[in-house]
């Protein structure tokens, strides 16, 4: 398909006003790659159209980052500099908005050692994570797409015209098109996702129990009290309601850590550090991962289980049928899109906005409280075609939530 610079201005007002819904005086960071500079320049145009008062850049470029990995020493790769040290104190002074736009090669880092890429990705997120939890619940952001020609070869690698249908499933997922107003369609989307996560939330389940043909046999404790959530969310510092994942298709919510047992068997590759871990699962023990299996990737993924104390534990479970619109497309590769294309779980850090008046708490609190922590968080899909899961009330009586990978009900 030709993009149009309507619809581009159009998907990039989607992005500012809906997503991250810059408010007049905020400031703005964007993540994005040198590769989509001219697409960059349209998201910076409507952030000052919505009134932002400064927009602020990050390029990133995946031959860069590949190089640095192969030339560059572990020692200096994993130092975090007092220049940007100073930066993320800055970004915590300003809780900016915040842009990310994905476009990565998923292959980019093909045939770097996995020690060296978890080694640094640990020492750097230690520092980083301070700052991180600093802004947590008062800021707004949104994570984007946009094509770049290898994510497009990797999705599409028979195809002559790569880069169209890799456009194609992004804009339909995201609910752009020519004629429509996509304002109003998420609007309807969202009260949609809000009218399930209300029914979840009313039935104050335990446990959740799934199973599955594929080798799936597991059961997880939830958090007393703790909420279901989708789509949007709310900064709690001004109230401005954002949409953290453009597209989302998912509910969820945080479990109880260290609370689960049994296998989860992924139904799709997952990329991780721009490499990719293929046919996988992971069996629990007492609510840690305690052993895995990958046909492809299996030292990776046990570098980031075993990143840190939390990486073993899992953060969420979400719930997606298998009628999402993402699923029709296939593998994304990203896991922005993959994870919205069925049910999934994370390992590493949950969500303390889940709690009640968790936007508040430090992240200390939310531990004592049930909620992991850790450096990373990685969603893994789950949602076989045959997936069930039951929702367990207090009382021991089993609801469906799942049914062959859709709504029970």
Known sequence: ??????????????????????????????????EQHAFAALIIEECYKAGAKKVNVDWTFDAYSRLNYLY????????????????????????PCRIFIVSDDPDAMSGIDPAKLSEVAQCRGKVV??????????HQWVIAAYPSEKWA????????NAVDQLWR?????????????PVEEWKAHSEFISKKAAWLNDQGFASLRYRSVNGTDFTVELIPGAKWEGASAVNSKNGASYIPNMPTEEIFTSPLA??????LVAVKPLSYNSQLIDNFSITFK????????????????EKMIHMDEGAAMLGEVALVPKESPVNQFGLFYATLFDENACCHCALGMGFKEVLPDGDNLTMEQAREM????SIIHVDFMIGAEDLSIDGVRPDGKAVPIFRNGSWAE
Request: glycine share 6%; hydrophobic share 35%; with cysteine.
């Open 72 to 95: 560059a020493d572990t020692e200096t790769l994993s130092t975090v500099l007092p220049w940007e040290k100073e930066k993320l104190s800055q970004m915590v002074e300003d809780l």
């Open 258 to 263: 260290g609370k689960c047992e049994g296998t």
């Open 370 to 373: 049930g909620i992991n922590d």
């Open 1 to 34: 398909m030709s993009i149009s610079e309507n619809l581009l201005r159009k998907y990039a007002e989607l992005i500012v006003r809906t997503g991250v819904n810059v408010q007049p005086g905020q400031t703005v960071l964007l993540t994005v790659s040198v």
């Open 169 to 181: 499933a992004i804009l339909t997922t995201v609910r752009v098109t020519e004629e429509n107003d």
């Open 153 to 160: 070869k990797k999705c599409y690698p028979d195809s002559e």
């Open 129 to 138: 994570k301070l700052y991180r939890n600093a802004i947590e619940g008062k």
């Open 286 to 301: 007492d609510g840690r991962a305690v052993s895995c299996r990958a046909e492809k990737g299996q030292e990776l993924l």
